[in-house]
């Protein structure tokens, strides 16, 4: 019976090694998932990536639309520069 019972105690105590263990393998990896999220954070704000042209980050599209709307815009431009003029007046 004794046998059975330090046996028994035996066993428990690695179990307990082993949970002790998991507890920290857990906690250890939950640092380094924090860690490597602030880190993808600040790469993310620094805008570093690998962008395309079609890259769908919203700064990204943004700034495509702005440089659509600034091209449209100067075209624009120089599409009124050789109207007629209007009243005495060039279009500008």
């Known amino acids: 019976m004794n046998e059975a019972l330090d046996a028994l105690q035996k066993t428990i105590a690695e179990a307990e090694q082993t949970v002790d263990t998991a507890i920290s ?4 990896l939950q640092a380094e998932n924090k860690q490597l999220r602030a880190e993808n954070e600040r790469l ?3 805008g570093i990536h690998t962008c395309h042209d079609q890259c769908p980050r919203y700064a990204c599209v943004l700034r495509r ?9 100067e075209r ?3 599409a009124l520069r050789v109207l007629p003029f209007k009243d005495g007046n060039k279009y500008e």
């Not at 393998?25 to 250890?28: A, E, G, I, Q, W």
């Not at 639309?65 to 815009?73: K, S, T, Y």
């Open 76 to 78: 624009l431009r120089q």
């Open 65 to 73: 639309e702005r440089d659509a709307a600034l091209a449209d815009v």
């Open 44 to 46: 993310s704000a620094d």
């Open 25 to 28: 393998l857990v906690d250890r």
